[in-house]
């Protein structure tokens, strides 16, 4: 095991910090910073801005141009080795005659996948790995668990009284949870690539699923399960124009409401049968589309389902401060037989934002 110097730990840092700064704005690419440095000195920073858009590497090449020559570079991802909307990375920073290159994680891209760490050896480049490891998968979990499952990365969240409501008996739910609690929220949608809702919240609440908060936010996409093509024309996700929308549905939805759907902006996918239009096979399709993180806020059967078949990979759960004794249950009709079949929550955090309580972390399943 390399035991890292803090100079090389100084600089990682600073990748990193690069890295953590376009959180929100690279999907379907993963973040990576990238620092260059000659004689203790920084010449060259950057990171990946925008999908099709030079990478971190290039940015910091660019930066230091010819003083680059014999300079180390520090990298949270392995720089690639394909050809997609940008040339090889790899290939830059041989050309560029960097001496050594500290990578924090390999890439499991399998168009990557150590083949940009080979080709710069080959080149006579010293290639060390490893530096800040535990800290970049941190940041690129979305990342890595789209490339280990197939899956997008699915964090799950909802609102509740401290009983596990979502609503009254009779449907009321609008603004459970107050302005800091809904803050929060618009502040984790500016962070994905996509906020998904079932139809029934949609034609319940008729949500907009939009980041509102002060100053420029990126918009998620917006996304409704609708297996028979019910999102009504009205909806503010149709007829507001504040984010792209898209909708799931299934062969039997009535092609006269695809064609007048997609008349109006809505990007609609048929995915199967309703039989086979299965949560897990809707998530697969995200991930076709380019969504690699995605929020996804109910309702009860979606919430559900996600616990159940083991596809919600985080949870962000606030309570308000009510008690309604009956109404509409969080998670629906899911049962689990036993506190040894529990779904626990690893290494929770626990956050107040004014009357509500945010307890947050990522889902173990047995």
């Not at 530096?131 to 890595?144: D, G, I, K, S, V």
Request: net charge neutral.
């Amino acid at each position: 095991m390399i035991e890292w110097s803090s100079t090389d730990l100084q600089w990682m840092d600073l990748a990193l910090t690069l890295a953590r700064a376009t959180r929100g704005q690279t999907h379907p690419n993963p973040q990576v910073g990238a620092v260059l440095v000659a004689d203790g000195q920084l010449i060259g920073l950057g990171s990946h801005l925008k999908a099709g858009e030079s990478h971190a590497e290039v940015h910091a090449l660019k930066m230091a141009g010819e003083r680059a020559r014999g300079a180390t570079l520090y990298v949270t991802l392995e720089p690639c080795a394909h050809v997609g909307k940008t040339p090889p990375c790899a290939d830059a920073v041989i050309r560029a005659g960097i001496a050594r290159v500290v990578v924090a994680l390999e890439d499991p891209d399998p168009r990557v996948a150590g083949l940009g760490i080979s080709r710069m050896r080959e080149a006579g480049i010293a290639v060390e790995v490893g530096c800040r490891h535990a800290q970049t998968e941190e940041l690129l979990r979305p990342y890595l668990h789209v490339k280990a499952t197939g899956l997008p990365y699915v964090t799950l969240k909802l609102a509740t009284t401290l009983d596990g409501y979502l609503a009254t008996s009779s449907g009321e739910s609008l603004y459970m949870t107050g302005d800091a609690a809904r803050a929060a929220v618009h502040r984790l949608r500016a962070q994905v690539d996509a906020v998904c809702v079932g139809i029934g919240t949609v034609l319940a609440d008729d949500p907009r699923l939009t980041v509102r908060l002060e100053g420029e936010f990126r918009q998620p996409a917006r996304v409704v399960f609708d297996r028979m093509a019910r999102l009504p024309i009205n909806a503010h996700m149709v007829s507001d124009g504040a984010a792209v929308t898209h909708a799931l549905v299934s062969e039997e939805a009535s092609s006269e409401r695809i064609r007048e759907l997609r008349a109006h902006g809505v990007h609609v996918t048929v995915i199967g049968s309703r039989e086979t239009l299965t949560m897990r096979a809707m998530l697969h399709k995200l991930v076709d589309l380019g969504f690699v993180h995605v929020l996804i806020e109910g309702g009860s059967s979606i919430a559900a389902a996600l616990i159940k078949e083991q596809l919600a990979t985080e949870l962000w759960w606030f309570h308000a401060p009510l008690i309604l004794g009956q109404g509409m249950p969080a998670l629906g009709k899911l049962s689990i037989a036993s506190l040894r079949s529990a779904v626990t929550i690893e290494n929770p955090r626990v956050e107040v934002f004014g009357s509500d309580v945010l307890t947050r972390g990522s889902l173990k399943y047995t």
